[in-house]
Protein backbone atom coordinates (compact mmCIF):
# COMPACT_ATOMS: atom_id res chain seq x y z
CA UNK A 1 0.00 0.00 0.00
CA UNK A 2 1.60 3.74 -0.72
CA UNK A 3 0.81 6.15 1.80
CA UNK A 4 -1.57 8.76 0.50
CA UNK A 5 -3.67 7.02 -2.75
CA UNK A 6 -4.57 4.18 -0.92
CA UNK A 7 -4.72 2.29 -4.18
CA UNK A 8 -5.58 -0.98 -3.73
CA UNK A 9 -4.73 -4.29 -5.15
CA UNK A 10 -5.78 -7.78 -4.67
CA UNK A 11 -5.44 -11.45 -5.61
CA UNK A 12 -6.43 -15.17 -4.51
CA UNK A 13 -4.41 -17.82 -4.15
CA UNK A 14 -4.66 -21.78 -4.05
CA UNK A 15 -2.08 -21.46 -1.27
CA UNK A 16 0.08 -19.42 0.80
CA UNK A 17 3.28 -20.51 -0.18
CA UNK A 18 6.45 -18.53 -0.65
CA UNK A 19 5.46 -18.94 -4.35
CA UNK A 20 2.18 -17.44 -4.26
CA UNK A 21 3.48 -14.31 -2.15
CA UNK A 22 6.31 -13.41 -4.67
CA UNK A 23 3.70 -14.09 -7.54
CA UNK A 24 1.45 -11.46 -5.60
CA UNK A 25 4.35 -9.37 -5.58
CA UNK A 26 5.50 -9.16 -9.24
CA UNK A 27 1.61 -8.68 -10.44
CA UNK A 28 1.14 -5.60 -7.91
CA UNK A 29 4.39 -4.58 -9.13
CA UNK A 30 2.50 -4.93 -12.84
CA UNK A 31 -0.48 -3.36 -12.09
CA UNK A 32 1.05 -0.32 -10.18
CA UNK A 33 3.80 0.49 -12.87
CA UNK A 34 6.34 0.23 -10.74
CA UNK A 35 8.01 -0.68 -7.40
CA UNK A 36 7.77 1.06 -3.92
CA UNK A 37 10.71 2.36 -1.94
CA UNK A 38 9.83 0.47 0.99
CA UNK A 39 7.13 -2.37 1.89
CA UNK A 40 5.91 -3.09 5.45
CA UNK A 41 5.40 -6.15 6.33
CA UNK A 42 3.64 -7.84 9.60
CA UNK A 43 6.73 -10.85 10.27
CA UNK A 44 5.25 -13.67 8.16
CA UNK A 45 7.08 -16.72 7.53
CA UNK A 46 7.03 -16.33 3.61
CA UNK A 47 9.76 -13.61 4.87
CA UNK A 48 10.89 -13.86 8.23
CA UNK A 49 12.97 -16.64 9.32
CA UNK A 50 13.48 -15.10 12.95
CA UNK A 51 12.48 -12.15 14.48
CA UNK A 52 15.05 -11.25 16.51
CA UNK A 53 15.30 -8.03 19.24
CA UNK A 54 14.11 -4.62 18.28
CA UNK A 55 13.62 -4.25 14.58
CA UNK A 56 16.28 -6.77 13.53
CA UNK A 57 14.78 -10.04 11.50
CA UNK A 58 16.47 -12.49 9.79
CA UNK A 59 14.97 -12.66 6.75
CA UNK A 60 14.59 -15.84 3.95
CA UNK A 61 17.25 -16.69 1.86
CA UNK A 62 14.93 -16.45 -0.83
CA UNK A 63 13.06 -13.35 0.17
CA UNK A 64 16.36 -11.16 0.17
CA UNK A 65 16.98 -12.07 -3.48
CA UNK A 66 13.51 -11.27 -4.46
CA UNK A 67 13.95 -7.92 -2.80
CA UNK A 68 17.28 -7.65 -3.96
CA UNK A 69 15.80 -8.48 -7.21
CA UNK A 70 13.18 -5.36 -7.33
CA UNK A 71 15.47 -2.76 -4.84
CA UNK A 72 13.27 -2.38 -2.52
CA UNK A 73 13.73 -2.31 1.57
CA UNK A 74 11.86 -4.05 3.35
CA UNK A 75 9.93 -2.90 7.15
CA UNK A 76 8.34 -5.24 9.65
CA UNK A 77 5.95 -4.45 11.84
CA UNK A 78 7.20 -4.84 15.81
CA UNK A 79 5.31 -8.08 17.35
CA UNK A 80 2.50 -7.00 19.41
CA UNK A 81 1.92 -3.21 18.20
CA UNK A 82 -0.88 -3.39 16.39
CA UNK A 83 -0.86 0.52 15.88
CA UNK A 84 2.10 -0.02 13.04
CA UNK A 85 -0.46 -1.74 10.60
CA UNK A 86 -3.61 -0.36 11.67
CA UNK A 87 -4.04 1.27 7.99
CA UNK A 88 -3.02 -1.94 6.23
CA UNK A 89 -5.93 -3.77 8.69
CA UNK A 90 -8.21 -1.34 7.76
CA UNK A 91 -7.30 -1.89 3.93
CA UNK A 92 -7.81 -5.46 4.20
CA UNK A 93 -11.07 -4.83 5.77
CA UNK A 94 -12.33 -2.37 4.03
CA UNK A 95 -11.52 -4.63 0.45
CA UNK A 96 -12.76 -8.01 2.39
CA UNK A 97 -16.30 -6.10 2.77
CA UNK A 98 -16.29 -4.17 -0.49
CA UNK A 99 -15.03 -6.58 -2.89
CA UNK A 100 -15.92 -10.12 -1.75
CA UNK A 101 -19.09 -9.66 0.20
CA UNK A 102 -21.46 -11.17 -1.29
CA UNK A 103 -19.10 -14.24 -1.83
CA UNK A 104 -17.58 -13.63 -5.76
CA UNK A 105 -18.61 -16.63 -7.69
CA UNK A 106 -15.53 -17.99 -9.81
CA UNK A 107 -15.16 -20.39 -12.50
CA UNK A 108 -11.36 -20.79 -10.95
CA UNK A 109 -8.54 -18.40 -9.68
CA UNK A 110 -8.24 -16.52 -13.13
CA UNK A 111 -11.20 -15.61 -13.14
CA UNK A 112 -11.49 -14.65 -9.47
CA UNK A 113 -8.40 -12.61 -9.67
CA UNK A 114 -10.25 -10.85 -12.65
CA UNK A 115 -13.15 -9.59 -10.91
CA UNK A 116 -10.89 -8.87 -7.94
CA UNK A 117 -8.91 -6.56 -9.95
CA UNK A 118 -11.54 -4.89 -11.35
CA UNK A 119 -13.07 -4.41 -8.57
CA UNK A 120 -9.42 -2.97 -7.55
CA UNK A 121 -10.16 -0.54 -10.64
CA UNK A 122 -13.49 0.14 -10.01
CA UNK A 123 -12.18 1.64 -6.37
CA UNK A 124 -9.87 4.51 -7.92
CA UNK A 125 -12.97 6.50 -8.44
CA UNK A 126 -13.95 6.52 -4.62
CA UNK A 127 -13.34 9.54 -2.26
CA UNK A 128 -11.61 8.98 0.72
CA UNK A 129 -13.09 11.15 4.08
CA UNK A 130 -11.21 14.73 4.00
CA UNK A 131 -9.37 14.23 0.63
CA UNK A 132 -10.01 16.34 -2.20
CA UNK A 133 -9.44 13.95 -4.63
CA UNK A 134 -10.19 10.71 -5.94
CA UNK A 135 -7.81 7.56 -5.25
CA UNK A 136 -6.87 7.36 -9.05
CA UNK A 137 -6.62 10.93 -9.10
CA UNK A 138 -4.23 10.73 -5.95
CA UNK A 139 -2.84 7.31 -7.33
CA UNK A 140 -1.12 10.03 -10.93
CA UNK A 141 0.48 12.10 -8.45
CA UNK A 142 2.24 8.86 -6.77
CA UNK A 143 2.90 7.02 -9.62
CA UNK A 144 5.97 8.92 -10.81
CA UNK A 145 7.40 8.19 -7.20
CA UNK A 146 7.68 4.36 -8.01
CA UNK A 147 10.89 2.47 -8.88
CA UNK A 148 11.31 1.42 -12.50
CA UNK A 149 10.44 -2.08 -12.93
CA UNK A 150 13.31 -4.34 -13.98
CA UNK A 151 13.92 -5.81 -17.41
CA UNK A 152 13.01 -9.30 -16.48
CA UNK A 153 10.56 -10.33 -13.19
CA UNK A 154 11.73 -12.31 -10.56
CA UNK A 155 11.30 -15.69 -11.39
CA UNK A 156 9.43 -17.20 -8.48
CA UNK A 157 9.35 -20.73 -9.02
CA UNK A 158 10.90 -22.88 -6.39
CA UNK A 159 13.98 -25.08 -7.34
CA UNK A 160 14.65 -28.49 -6.17
CA UNK A 161 17.67 -30.67 -6.61
CA UNK A 162 15.78 -34.20 -7.24
CA UNK A 163 18.05 -37.94 -7.93
CA UNK A 164 16.66 -40.47 -9.57
CA UNK A 165 16.77 -44.12 -8.33
CA UNK A 166 17.75 -47.38 -10.22
CA UNK A 167 14.19 -47.38 -10.84
CA UNK A 168 13.76 -43.91 -12.61
CA UNK A 169 12.14 -42.78 -9.64
CA UNK A 170 12.43 -39.28 -7.90
CA UNK A 171 13.91 -39.67 -4.19
Request: aromatic residues 12%; glycine residues 8%.
Amino acid sequence: RLSYSRKIFMMAFPTQKQESFFEGHVEAFKHFGGVPHRISYDNLKTAVQEVLRGKKRKEQRQFIAFRSHYLYESHFCTPGAGHEKGRVEDGVGYARRNFMTPLLKAADFDDLNEQLRQACLRDDGRHVDRQPQSIGEAWQEEKPLLRALPSAPFDYCREVTARLNGYSQVE
